[in-house]
């Protein structure tokens, strides 16, 4: 049994949708087609349904997903007992933008240090167009940056974090599961703007309202952004894991926007092409073990009642670094 046919399985299952895990999984849409019917022949029996635009698990997929998923954590447990036998440099050069630095990061390496206990670690930050150059002249090792394209450069995929709409806990939106973009008009917004498609595309669902958002604060920094926001300057959009202490402490609480729904911040693993050297590839393996074990794969919405995408999360996380 191919174990890609399993890994798009628990894929699929995690996005629900064929065109996003190819998209996830860097391959075409009938390449993932194909790897699900060649493991439905093998099972003998059909694994999704389709239910409108939905794609949902059949009885018979259900009940093997539990084992899709311990076959790629076994597999992956084995390369990493034998990868973490190679030798091993004694300092590794990380660049990540500000948002990894401050909320994945500090959770992560120290973890990393125990796997990796002779390493030397040297972290520093920067926008991704920065980091590309850096990386490029050979001055870091590997970031945490946006996906880019570049020949030069493998891009893993590592982190996927949702954008939410967040409010503080005493307002009125806070007892909402979701409210439409027409709730924004006249409400006062605190503006994050970090630079990427998704954030222009919020800005742009404004433009068709009769009265759109008053944007009183513009900003470029997330920790600014959140906490304009907890002191009731307004409402505002956030990635989902800057906000996670607060929605844990019962501070702020996400809302989704119903039109806004499937916009999500991702971040990759990035490296030099020609890099083969035992801890780069070790780091992914690694990384990817330790945001499937850590909260950092639960959506903060999954504590409304959404226990099983929490699950789903982290099943895309251990499957992600199992397919290298």
């Keep these: 049994m191919n174990i890609e046919n399993i890994e798009s399985f628990v894929y ?26 060649t493991l439905e022949r093998e099972l003998g029996c059909r694994l999704f349904d ?50 990894v630095s401050n909320y994945l990061l500090p959770e992560l390496l120290p973890r990393l ?33 946006r996906k880019v394209m570049h020949p030069s450069l493998r891009t893993a995929a590592f982190y996927e974090d949702p954008i939410h709409l967040y409010v503080r806990s005493d307002h009125d939106f806070a007892s909402e599961e979701s409210v439409s973009v027409d709730a924004l008009q006249g409400r006062k917004l605190v503006f994050f703007e970090c630079g990427t498609l998704d954030w222009l595309r919020i800005h742009r669902s404004f433009e068709a309202l009769e009265s759109p958002p008053d944007i009183a604060f513009h900003v470029d920094n997330s920790e600014t952004a959140k906490k304009l926001i ?71 919405l999954s504590g409304r009642g959404d226990s099983a995408s929490a699950g789903r999360a982290a099943a895309s996380a251990t499957v992600r670094r199992a397919g290298g």
């Design 12 to 37: 699929i299952n995690h996005y629900g949708s064929f065109n996003k895990t190819a998209e996830a999984l860097f391959l075409s849409q009938p390449s993932v087609t194909a790897r699900i019917q």
């Design 50 to 99: 389709r239910i409108g635009k939905q794609i949902v698990l059949t009885e018979e997929g259900r009940n093997f997903l539990p084992y899709a998923q311990e076959m790629l954590k076994t597999l992956q447990q084995g390369r990493q007992h034998l990868r973490r036998s190679e030798t091993l440099p004694q300092e590794l050069r990380i660049g990540s933008t500000i948002s």
């Design 113 to 145: 240090h125990e796997d990796c206990p002779g390493v030397h670690f040297k972290l520093s930050t920067g926008g991704t167009e920065e980091l590309v150059k850096r990386l490029l002249a050979g001055e870091i090792d590997v970031a945490f940056i």
């Design 230 to 300: 907890l002191r009731g300057a307004g409402i505002g959009f956030l990635p989902a894991v800057c906000a996670r202490e607060e929605v844990r402490d019962g501070r702020l609480t996400p809302v989704r926007v119903r039109e806004l729904s499937e916009f999500a911040l991702q971040t990759g693993l990035v490296t030099v092409r020609q890099d083969q050297s035992a801890l780069i590839r070790q780091l992914a393996s690694i990384f990817g073990d330790l945001v499937a074990d850590s909260e950092l794969a639960v959506s903060p």
